[in-house]
C-alpha cells in the first residue's frame, strides 16, 4: 500500500524538518482532490482529478492508490467515467493515509 523506500528516500531528501512540513501540505491537497473526484462531472473533468490525485498519491508513496487512480484516469479517457470505482478509490486512500500516519511513527523511530 505504501512504497516506504520512497518514503524514506522523500525524507532524506528534503531533510526531516520540511519533510514534516511537507505531509500535512500533502494531506490538505489530497483530501481536496478526493472530494472533488467524488464530485467531478464530466469524464474529462474527473479524468483531470484523478491524475491530479495519482501524482500526489504517487509523489508520498501510495502506491496502491496511485495503481487506483491510474486505471480510473484512463476509464475516463476513454468515455467510461461512469465505470471508475470511486469508492474503492477513497477506501484506498483513507486506508493509506491511515497506514501512512502510523507507519511515520516506526520509520520516525528507525
Known amino acids: 500500500?505504501?512504497?516506504?523506500?520512497?518514503?524514506r528516500t522523500l525524507q532524506q531528501e528534503v531533510g526531516p524538518e520540511?519533510?514534516?512540513k511537507l505531509v500535512p501540505l500533502f494531506?490538505?491537497?489530497i483530501d481536496s482532490a478526493v472530494k472533488r473526484v467524488s464530485k467531478s462531472d464530466t469524464p474529462i473533468q474527473l479524468a483531470r482529478d484523478l491524475h491530479f490525485l495519482r501524482s500526489g498519491?504517487?509523489?508520498?508513496?501510495?502506491?496502491d492508490l496511485s495503481a487506483l487512480c491510474a486505471e480510473g484516469e484512463m476509464q475516463a479517457e476513454n468515455g467510461e467515467g461512469d465505470k471508475?470505482?470511486?469508492t474503492?478509490?477513497?477506501?484506498c486512500y483513507e486506508a493509506s493515509k491511515q497506514q501512512f500516519i502510523e507507519g511515520?511513527?516506526?520509520l520516525d523511530a528507525a
Do not use: K, R, Y
Not at 500500500?1 to 518514503?7: A, F
Not at 474503492?88 to 477506501?91: F, M
Open 1 to 7: 500500500m505504501i512504497d516506504w523506500n520512497h518514503v
Open 18 to 20: 520540511d519533510f514534516d
Open 27 to 29: 494531506f490538505s491537497e
Open 57 to 63: 498519491a504517487l509523489n508520498l508513496g501510495f502506491s
Open 84 to 86: 471508475v470505482d470511486l
Open 88 to 91: 474503492a478509490i477513497v477506501s
Open 104 to 106: 511515520l511513527q516506526n
